[in-house]
């Protein structure tokens, strides 16, 4: 029962991650409020990849609500017997909670890349990637941050948001990791063993 209830609170945590994913998101395509670089097209190509709105969003609350039905006492039963039942929606409970780990973990991977190739931006040189050959040194001399002339400050906006979804998306990973450790010794170790049903 305890684990049970441990379980919701972890399900139910996906959810505000999930929002604040998709907020933060939202918030890369606007540099300083403005939407007019969005409409042409001049922002950092991973914030395209909709890793924070998509996977550590929508996709997330999707895996959310499945894990909180599933956590639900008053769940269907799969089959005839009670015993059986518990032992599919633990395992379904832990594909989901699999599913989970890869959808934030293409978050946290976009993330991080965008992060180490800093923003688009335009130097005196035009619009160009004015840090992408600094292999992410840009991050820690904000001397050089004065290279991007145009949008105003978007260096640590680009900065402080990636960062953000880095810290949302490997919190989502670590949630559903303690979930699919938790399912799979119920499974293997537990009373739910599969195994055991099926040699009977």
């Known amino acids: 029962m305890g684990s049970r209830k441990c379980g919701?609170?972890?399900s139910g945590l996906l959810i505000p991650l999930a929002l604040w994913s998709i907020i933060v998101n939202i918030l890369l395509y606007f540099p300083n409020g403005q939407t007019s670089y969005a409409s042409s097209n001049?922002?950092?190509n991973y914030v395209w990849y909709f890793e924070g709105i998509c996977f550590s969003g929508v996709m997330m609350l999707i895996v959310a609500a499945v894990l909180l039905v599933l956590e639900n006492d008053n769940n269907c039963k799969c089959c005839q017997s009670e015993s059986c039942s518990k032992k599919y929606m633990t395992l379904l409970?832990?594909?989901?909670?699999?599913?989970?780990?890869?959808f934030s973990g293409y978050c946290l991977v976009i993330s991080a890349l965008g992060l180490v190739q800093g923003p688009y931006c335009r130097t005196l040189d035009g619009w160009e990637y004015a840090f992408e050959g600094t292999a992410g040194r840009f991050l820690t001399d904000s001397?050089?941050?004065?290279?991007?002339?145009?949008p105003a400050?978007?260096?640590?906006?680009?900065?402080?948001?990636?960062?953000i979804l880095i810290a949302l998306s490997g919190l989502q990973v670590i949630v559903c990791l303690i979930r699919v450790v938790t399912q799979l010794s119920k499974i293997l170790c537990g009373n739910y063993s599969v195994i055991i049903q099926v040699s009977q």
Do not use: D, R, Y
Not at 93 to 102: D, Q
Not at 143 to 150: A, F, G, K, T, Y
Not at 153 to 163: K, R
């Open 143 to 150: 001397s050089i941050w004065i290279q991007c002339l145009e």
């Open 153 to 163: 400050h978007v260096v640590e906006w680009n900065i402080i948001l990636f960062s």
């Open 42 to 44: 001049k922002l950092t």
């Open 8 to 10: 919701g609170c972890l």
């Open 93 to 102: 409970s832990m594909i989901f909670s699999s599913l989970g780990i890869a």
